[in-house]
């Protein structure tokens, strides 16, 4: 019987009317990668590199983050891994980088403002990455995205590097998580193989409230109409070049939230491992025709209490 659970908790999961919905789950470490592979995750859909970052005196070097990498990879076998790449400044700090004391650090070097800032930094991440065995596994996801200009920068150096090392094709994405990123979805979808929205600075930047800040954290909704309509405009966008869209903010872990999502087009949601079989057995239950009925009543929505007493009212119709 426990044979036969473990066999239906690795299916992929799709609606009730067949619509395939991947779940991934967003990583730290390895320990984390062999729970996700042990909930029946599809894939990683965040990895979040900078973990290895954070805490010590001097950057790793390409050894180490490969040796990193390596075991994420090797914890799930035959399915895709997404590798953030560092994410660091803003609320996650890294001194040995020496980012310069800021007003608004959110609003400053951070994500990849940082990698192309410090182009040796980018360069020894990606050589790690390349280094992977089966990086044809392995998706690049580029964070804190605010134009293309960004993205053409990483893939050039992405392209220089499978040069020198003989290496193939790698997928490479964009995070969706500034509002310029959303509102242009359709122009970062023509240099992405696809697009990720990370809801939770998404929603930070949206509703101008600081993530971190207990003052107005009550405030912080990521079903927020405003929020819910820039990840429209974002699958719409992608919609226009054929590019998938994921979320792997905290928003695709809330069951409240997860409907809305599908209904608005996303068909991949990352979530915590332990997450995993819950968000399965949720999308099981659904059918496209209910969720996007669902998410055009929460569009029309004129706050976020509305969109989540709506979304009650729907998790009690599917239960
Ligand atoms: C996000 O912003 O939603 C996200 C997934 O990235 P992080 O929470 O690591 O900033
Ligand atoms: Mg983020």
Known sequence: AEAAALAAGDRPAATADGQAIHVYANLGSVADA?????????????????????????????????????????AL????????????????????????????????LRGIRVSLARPEVL????????AVPEVERCRIMVPMVASIDELIAVR????????ELGVG???????????????????????????????????????????????????IDGLHPAVLRLIRMTCEGAATRGVPVSVCGGLAADPLAAPILVGLGVRTLSVPPARVPATKALVARLTMAAVRDHAAAALAAANAAGVRALARRFAEEIS
Request: aromatic share 4%; hydrophobic share 50%; charged share 20%.
């Open 34 to 74: 062999e729970a996700a592979a042990a909930a029946g995750a599809e894939g990683c859909g965040l990895l979040r590199t900078e973990i290895l970052f954070l805490d010590r005196s001097v950057a790793p070097d390409v050894a180490e983050q490969a040796a990193d990498y390596r075991g994420v990879v090797a």
């Open 77 to 108: 076998p035959g399915r895709p891994v997404v590798i953030r790449l560092l994410d660091v400044g803003g609320d996650k700090p890294a001194p040995y980088l020496a980012i310069p004391p800021e007003e608004n650090p959110a609003l400053g």
């Open 123 to 130: 360069d020894t991440q990606l050589r790690a990455i390349l």
């Open 156 to 163: 050039e150096a992405l392209d220089r590097l499978r040069a």
């Open 169 to 219: 094709p790698v997928q490479l994405g964009a995070m969706i998580e500034t509002p310029a990123a959303a509102a242009t979805a359709d122009l970062i979808a023509a240099h992405a193989d696809f697009l990720s929205i990370g809801s939770n600075d998404l929603t930070q930047y949206v509703l101008a409230m600081d993530r971190g800040n207990p003052a107005v954290a009550a405030g």
